[in-house]
DNA sequence: TTCTATTTTCAGTAAATACTGAAAATAGGA
DNA sequence: TCCTATTTTCAGTATTTACTGAAAATAGAA
């Protein structure tokens, strides 16, 4: 990863060396993170990046500083901003896209939890509805125990579903302080 | 998904054709929900069909029901195990191994969620620690630009963290009852 | 309109991940 | 002790997922 603003001395300085580093390190772990949680490394890793930059980048940017083909890193920014956790920006006078991400963590926060609440929490308690009332008004004890678990699941996952609903509504200045006080 | 006590005249009834379906809905589905957060397909189906059965299975039965091969069947129990979401039960007089799943809906969450942040939050946060002193000190706009959002990025998942863990650690009976009150 | 910088698509391929099945190890019973 | 039901391991393979690179499409400039 390259100190972008004028590389023209073919040495870096120890400074600048030392910052890559910091940089590399933590692109390539966010990348490894994001796989734990169901997020393909390459899409963190671009995140990473745009996160850590204070000037947007372009595509070919991207595709030099991870080293990845202009179709990865095409397909995976336009998956972030779908997410709505980068958005392009146009320089005026300049022809191509620059990305930049969300900076600020507790809006970044709560993107990510709308979305997920919304790709995956909602569809996940629609199928659980949905088994139950596949089930509904069989009597045997196999079925009581079936619906009785599904039930449970699923006014779990509503009642979650809400509470993440309103603190992704509520204002950052209202939450943060209360979960401060809460931690004491 | 065959109803397991005594299948003994070949042909199901309705009942149970409609309530092995529910079941094959719920478990294939569960397995998708699960890969979605980076958790594989079996082991997610499996966690689901040991969750709707009230009797403990053994790997045999697992093997059948999802017709999968021993060794998927018994390293995905094993995983489970691991997690602490299934326990191996023995029975007095047999010799093979069964398996529970934990069916209690606010223990499950809880396991996840401290296995989660075991696993995951913090070692992300141990990592982003890392990052901000490999960068320590040095002063140009872009690595002040890093240490800033990596210490933003930190404290909010330190944060976080602690939240959960205070969630995590509270009675099943103050938190619910504190959730539904503040959904009103 | 043509020209070209830029974006988008996607068939083919590579890499990562998950699974099988059989052999080896283990542990209770006799 | 040996015998065998059961568990565990793992090399080989299959499946899924991600990536490349080049061709096609698009859109601003002239």
Redesign the interface.
Same mark, same amino acid.
């Given at each position: 990863m390259k100190?972008d603003p004028s590389e023209t001395s073919g040495i870096p300085t120890a400074? /600048?060396v030392?910052?890559d580093?910091?940089?590399d390190?933590?692109v390539s /772990?966010w990348g490894t993170?994001g %796989?734990?949680? #169901?997020?393909n490394r390459t899409m963190a890793q671009i995140h990473a990046l745009l996160? *850590?930059? =204070?000037e947007p980048l372009t595509t070919d940017q991207v595709m030099g500083e991870l080293r990845i083909s202009r179709g990865n890193a095409h397909t995976n920014l336009r998956e972030l901003a779908g997410w709505g956790l980068v958005r392009g920006v146009i320089r005026k006078g300049e022809r191509k896209e620059y990305f930049e991400a969300e900076?600020d +963590?507790?809006k970044m926060?709560c993107i990510i939890i709308r979305e997920r609440k919304r790709? @995956?929490i909602r =569809? $996940?308690i629609n199928? !659980?509805k949905?088994?139950?009332e596949?089930?509904d008004g069989?009597? %045997? =004890? @196999?079925?009581l &125990?079936?619906t009785r /678990?599904?039930r $449970?699941?699923s006014e779990?996952m509503e009642? &979650?579903d #809400? +509470?993440l609903s309103?603190v992704v509504r509520s204002e950052r200045n209202s939450i *943060?302080p209360w $979960? !401060?006080r809460?931690?004491k």
């Open positions: 100190t400074e /600048q030392r910052l580093t910091a940089r390190a933590f /772990q993170i %796989s734990a949680w #169901g997020i996160l *850590i930059r =204070p900076k +963590v507790w926060f790709r @995956e =569809p $996940a199928v !659980l949905d088994c139950i596949r089930a069989l009597k %045997s =004890p @196999e079925a &125990a079936f /678990q599904a $449970a699941l779990f009642m &979650a #809400g +509470v309103k *943060i $979960a !401060l809460f931690l």
